[in-house]
C-alpha cells in the first residue's frame, strides 16, 4: 500500500466531479423553459363550466376555507357559502353586481378564465 494514494490518482479523475454541473445545468434549464413558455389560456370548455355555474351554490371546499368548490349544492343547505349571481368573461366590459365578491373558481390564474360574481349567504343558505 502506497502512503499517499491521492498522490497518484490523477487530478478531476473521477466521474461524480460532472454531477453538480448537471445538476446546475438542469435547474438553469428549468428556469429556462419556466420563464419563456406561454401562460395557460383558458378553453372554451372551461369558460362554458365556469358560465353554467351562474345562479347556482357553492361550499367551502374541504379543508380551504378560503376557496370554493366547483361543484354547486343546493342553496338551502348549511354547507352552501355563497351563490354565484354572475359570471364575467375576460374582455367583457361588464363587472359584479355592487355589493359581491369575485373570484375564479375553477382555474385561479388562467388567462381568459372568467371571474364568477359572489354573493355570501347566510346560515342555511
Not at 72 to 81: D, E, G, H, K, Q
Not at 98 to 125: M, N
Request: charged share 15%; with cysteine.
Amino acid at each position: 500500500m502506497p502512503d499517499n494514494a491521492m498522490a497518484r490518482r490523477q487530478s478531476m479523475a473521477s466521474p461524480y466531479r460532472w454531477v453538480p454541473l448537471l445538476v446546475v445545468a438542469a435547474i438553469v434549464v428549468l428556469a429556462l423553459y419556466q420563464a419563456t413558455r406561454r401562460p395557460a389560456h383558458a378553453t372554451p370548455k372551461e369558460i362554458a363550466a365556469a358560465q353554467a355555474l351562474e345562479g347556482k351554490c357553492l361550499a367551502h371546499e374541504p379543508g380551504h376555507p378560503e376557496t370554493y368548490s366547483t361543484v354547486p349544492v343546493r342553496c338551502n343547505v348549511s354547507s352552501a357559502a355563497v351563490k354565484v349571481v354572475a359570471v364575467v368573461l375576460s374582455g367583457k366590459a361588464t363587472s359584479c353586481p355592487r355589493g359581491s365578491l369575485y373570484a375564479q373558481v375553477a382555474k385561479p390564474g388562467v388567462i381568459g378564465e372568467p371571474f364568477e360574481c359572489l354573493q355570501p349567504l347566510g346560515h342555511g343558505g
